[in-house]
């Protein structure tokens, strides 16, 4: 049987508007294979969830009783990612493409709803269903469709910001501290200029898969109107992290340099919360180390780089904050800031442009664990998002599309009318018509001439 990117599949456009398209559990049992739902995230901390819509949560919604035949009851989209599972798990079928057209960017959800609580959605909504980004990544092809059957893709589309830090983030002078138990935080000067960190869980190889580590939260914990820099950080061993790092001098201004500290706590969900930062004193190049479980050493130059400083600090959680001992002269040693060896294994960061992590050598972008795979749209470097092989325009922008197909990409071609049927049909056509009339009578016959179609 062809690949998954040689086939073609039966699409709706807005699926979750019913009319002429049914009710989800219809259109599937109808042999729609690809399923798109506009999302939401507005008011995520107070109703606990993504919702559905197309201008904004509800709009162009039809909801159903809930029942196996029909749409949920709610705008949640975890209903709406069950009922697509328990037709999935009830039928035996061609891999289905679910598509989430993220109106909403979820970059700035600091305490809920960020990228990372929609992967959890997914795995909630088809565990070991799913054909990742990172299943792809293990060979760089397209399984057989015979090979993908019964599983379920899912596509991230929509809000730009999304697509890009799903995938990778870009900065400057990463730091790393990591606990025995794998638990690891990368600190980094975001290119907007504040601080920002990454967390997540370090795995040891499994079978033919080399050791890594699974990304989980993003965040930002310092930013000043003035320069932030230079982050250094490092691992207290029970869930703490400390971190020291630069502010100042403003762009044009010659004021002194001031070192600021924070200390934070690893929660539920890979969140650190960070304490208020406070300023430890004037200094550049700080660097920490580990002491014992409430202290740490801080070496950093003084603001000319004449003088090399270290500073004993102990740390009160209770308070949350770091106490410093007077600065005393020092050989001018810097501790590593940017690599440690955990059960034997060397773990690093680097920046070149992309926030990088390295595991025994092998080096990969920072980003979330790759469930989705993200579209490349109209108009965008295909650079921008790294490798992408799925592309999405407007059904109009035939030339587009046909670029992309011969890129080797998969196409979506959205809102696609009567009008936009390509005659003949050809190797460049779209592998997803997504339509709001997949039972019109032109609809059928376009898929069936226009090569291998699966249900």
Same mark, same amino acid.
């Given at each position: ?13 807005? %699926? ?7 009710? =989800? ?9 690809? =399923? ?27 909801? @159903?009783?809930?029942?196996?035949? %029909? ?12 009922? =697509?599972?328990?037709?999935? $798990? ?22 809920? @709803? ?42 991230? %589309? ?25 638990? *690891? ?24 898969? !080399?050791?890594?580590?699974?990304? #989980? ?7 000043? !109107?003035?320069?932030?820099? $230079? ?50 004193? %004037? ?5 920490? $180390? ?17 003088? +090399? ?5 102990? #740390? ?5 904050? *770091? ?42 972008? =920072? ?40 890129? @080797? ?38 898929? +069936? ?7």
């Amino acid at each position: 049987m062809p690949p998954y990117d040689r086939t073609r599949y039966w699409t709706t456009h807005n %699926s979750y508007e019913g009319r002429d398209r049914g009710s =989800i559990p219809s259109q599937l049992s109808r042999n729609v294979r690809s =399923i798109e739902l506009d999302v939401w995230d507005n008011d995520f901390e107070r109703v606990g969830d993504y919702r559905l819509g197309h201008f904004k949560p509800g709009h162009a919604v039809v909801l @159903g009783s809930g029942d196996a035949d %029909s749409n949920p009851k709610t705008l949640f989209l975890r209903d709406w990612l069950k009922t =697509i599972a328990t037709w999935h $798990e009830a039928n035996d079928h061609a891999v289905l493409t679910v598509v989430l057209d993220l109106k909403s960017d979820l970059t700035d959800n600091e305490t809920a @709803g960020d990228l990372e609580d929609l992967n959890a959605r997914l795995e909630e909504a088809f565990g070991d269903s799913l054909f990742t980004r990172d299943d792809f990544d293990v060979t760089g092809a397209w399984p057989d469709t015979a090979d993908l059957r019964n599983r379920v893709i899912c596509v991230l %589309s929509g809000n730009s910001n999304n697509r890009a830090s799903y995938r990778y983030c870009t900065g400057a002078q990463p730091a790393l501290a990591m606990q025995d138990d794998g638990a *690891v935080v990368v600190a980094y000067r975001s290119t907007a200029g504040d601080m920002r960190y990454w967390s997540g869980k370090a795995r040891l190889a499994r079978g033919e898969a !080399p050791g890594r580590i699974d990304w #989980i939260h993003k965040g930002t914990y310092a930013w000043s !109107p003035h320069t932030v820099s $230079e982050p250094s950080l490092t691992a207290m061993g029970d869930g703490w992290f400390v971190s020291v790092y630069r502010i100042g001098p403003a762009p044009g201004r010659t004021s002194p340099s001031t070192l600021h500290a924070t200390i934070g706590e690893l929660g539920d969900g890979g969140r650190v919360f960070w304490r208020d930062s406070h300023e430890v004193g %004037s200094g550049v190049l700080p660097s920490l $180390e580990f002491v014992s479980a409430n202290k740490v050493r801080l070496a950093y130059s003084t603001p000319s780089g004449k003088n +090399q400083r270290l500073r004993e600090g102990t #740390i009160d959680r209770k308070k949350g904050r *770091v106490s410093w001992s007077d600065p005393k002269d020092s050989d001018g040693t810097a501790f590593v800031r940017d690599a440690v060896t955990w059960k034997g294994h060397e773990i690093g960061c680097r920046t070149n442009n992309l926030v990088l992590y390295s595991f025994d050598g092998v080096q990969r972008a =920072i980003g979330y664990r790759q469930l989705m795979f993200v579209e490349l749209q109209s108009e965008e470097d295909k650079t921008e998002l790294l490798d992408p092989v799925f592309y999405g325009a407007s059904a109009s922008n035939r030339d587009a599309i046909s670029r992309a197909r011969e890129l @080797g990409m998969v196409a979506r071609a959205w809102w696609f009318k009567q009008n936009d049927q390509m005659a003949p049909p050809g190797p460049d056509q779209e592998n997803f018509a997504a339509t709001d009339f997949p039972f019109g009578p032109w609809y059928g016959p376009y898929m +069936q001439n226009g090569g291998p179609v699966e249900v």
